[in-house]
């Protein structure tokens, strides 16, 4: 078995409970299968990055899981498409060795020191800043 991750957008016109029966019917659909749930997220309401079908919001929900590739090619990729409520989806295989069942973390960011935030150095390890400050006043000098 191999490890997919799909997305789909559905109408954003659904009610809640309709939403809630197309991500349980997706999520029946590969357990019955012989496909194992790994995570979903729902994304919710979002904007589309361009109209679909009149639409500009759609409803995103993400499904990882793990099953065979005749599944995925027939199967689920016909339940999307017979599927008037769903408005686009993707189906991605994930490599086995870059994918880790953990969830991601958050990049660690770096703050920098607050007296140097700010001043570069130059070739010769001077300030920047301060040479500029120095050119500044020269030319309001001449003026």
Same mark, same amino acid.
């Given at each position: 078995?191999?490890? !997919?991750?799909?997305?789909?957008?559905?109408?954003?016109?659904?009610?809640?409970?309709?939403?809630?029966?197309?991500?349980?019917?997706?999520?029946?659909?590969?357990?019955?299968?012989?496909?194992?749930?790994?995570?979903?997220?729902?994304?919710?309401?979002?904007?589309?990055?361009?109209?679909?079908?009149?639409?500009?919001?759609?409803?995103?929900?993400?499904?990882?899981?793990?099953?065979?590739?005749? !599944? %995925?090619?027939?199967?689920?990729?016909?339940?999307?498409?017979?599927?008037?409520?769903?408005?686009? !989806?993707?189906?991605?295989?994930?490599?086995?060795?870059?994918?880790?069942?953990n969830p991601r973390k958050e990049p660690v960011r770096r703050e920098r020191p607050a007296d140097k935030a700010g001043k570069a150095k130059s070739e010769n390890g001077e300030e920047v800043e301060d040479m500029?400050?120095?050119? %500044?006043?020269?030319?309001?000098?001449?003026?």
């Open positions: 078995m191999r490890t !997919y991750e799909t997305i789909f957008i559905l109408k954003s016109e659904l009610t809640t409970e309709e939403q809630e029966k197309h991500i349980e019917f997706y999520k029946e659909n590969i357990t019955s299968h012989g496909g194992e749930i790994v995570k979903v997220e729902v994304w919710g309401k979002q904007a589309l990055a361009y109209p679909i079908e009149k639409s500009t919001e759609g409803f995103y929900v993400l499904i990882q899981f793990k099953a065979e590739g005749d !599944y %995925v090619n027939n199967e689920l990729e016909k339940r999307y498409q017979f599927n008037e409520d769903v408005i686009r !989806y993707v189906i991605v295989m994930l490599d086995e060795k870059k994918f880790k069942q500029q400050e120095e050119a %500044v006043a020269t030319e309001e000098g001449q003026e």
